[in-house]
């Protein structure tokens, strides 16, 4: 399966009776945090409460969750979401919070029992974090026992001549942080860790619109320097979101602002700011994100919006995973040519098409327009050849192809809280500006054949109106790739 590695994107952990607050989530993501429970632990209880939209709650230990793998699975409706495993695994597990519609304001805690002669499990402040700057983590034990404090930060267990916290522990770069209580008399108690990572001063991480730098965190006066390069004549929304703490955006063309020499500049209460420039010119556009009190748990994101339709692919909804399926001559798959009979190695995956453009994507008529094709499979009209899957080696060459795959474009779900009211649908096929079509990983046609495919590590590429038959405004980021680990069968 694919994308089963540590938690991803770095760092997202949380510990026993923490509440992360004001969670914001896309309307189709798939995010996924980290709890590590000592051995003894027990009724392990997972809760999402609060705020907007639709969230469900999976649940796997050892192991990342997908869509489809997990150990637990809520499903209670809206955000009320609760999970427990009264005989939790020790060690590590991960939690993914599934959206169904675009989530503001949740809360997400996680508890559980360990027996009181575990009890001396050390605590982080921050759990986790990526810091602008040099990053402080207090770490604590939980109760006034006689006996020594132990850390490590190169990922392994700390022994009884591991060195002493006596202080806040600084974090200059990734870092796997592990502490454990050495009492006076007794057994080591379990071992606690946590995930961080540190931008130096002066360092500038590159975004991607739409795609959200996650995670981040920071002291008051810190600065978080973030840059986009646009090619101009186009508006850009940045934004932050999520978390605890104040923090406020500084924006400026050419080279990094500072508190006193920007362009723009917003500040909400919290982490909450949006700040939009009109036609922004070409070239670099920098954005820091400046403490005005410490800030942790920060999400921010920049988008860019042309004035006409604007088709990309969302490559965090992609989520591929493999699976081995039988076709038999009578299914609907086979008849419309999708794939021969017969047992087949497959690539499945999620595929969102958002319309990040400010104008709508509309389409003419389906019943006798050659440009459309009738889905028996479906039970509607879709464009045909609207998408194109492909799997590339690390030279980029193409080892597998799917079929050029032809959707029935519509208004999934509102991205953009500020877009339009949707208004299309199969009978009547566009998509709204800041509104997404998604077609979900089981469908027909939904996958790339691997059949043969030697055991590797390989990209998924998606592009969406690969003809240009559809009018956009920017046709250069129709294409998104991930990294997809083809096991040994």
Known sequence: MAHEGEVTPFPK?????????NLSLGGSEFVVWRVDLPVGATNLVIKTWGGTGDCDIVHRAGAHPT????????????NDERIAVASPVAGANYIGLRTYEPVSGMAMTVTYNIVRRVDHLPRFSPSSAVFAGVGKVAIYKPALLAGVLRYTTDGSDPIATSPRVEGAIEITAATDLRARFFPKKGTPGPVARAFYDAKAEGTTATLASGIPARHLAGRARSMGMFKFTTSGDRDLVFQTADGTGDSRILVRH??????????HAANARGNNATLRVKHAAAGDWFVAVRGVSDYRHCTLSVSQRSEGADL??????????????????????????????????LLRFSTETRNIGLSNIVLPAPEGNPAFEYQDCHGHYHFKG???YRLLNGAGDVVATGRKVSFCLLDGYQWDPGAAEGQFSCATQGITAGWSDVYDSGLPGQWVEIDGVPPGDYFLEVTMNPDLVIMESDVTNNTATVPVTIPVL
Request: hydrophobic letters at 30%.
């Open 386 to 388: 609207f998408a194109r």
């Open 67 to 78: 869509d489809d793998v997990f150990d637990h699975e809520s499903a209670r409706g809206e």
């Open 13 to 21: 952990s949380i510990q026993r009776g923490e509440t992360v607050r």
């Open 312 to 345: 990309i692919v969302w490559p965090e909804a992609l989520r591929p995973e493999i699976s081995l399926e039988t076709f038999s001559e009578t299914d609907c798959e086979v008849q419309e040519g999708m794939i021969a009979a017969g047992t087949h190695r």
């Open 254 to 263: 050419g080279q990094p602002p500072t508190t006193r020499d920007f362009d």
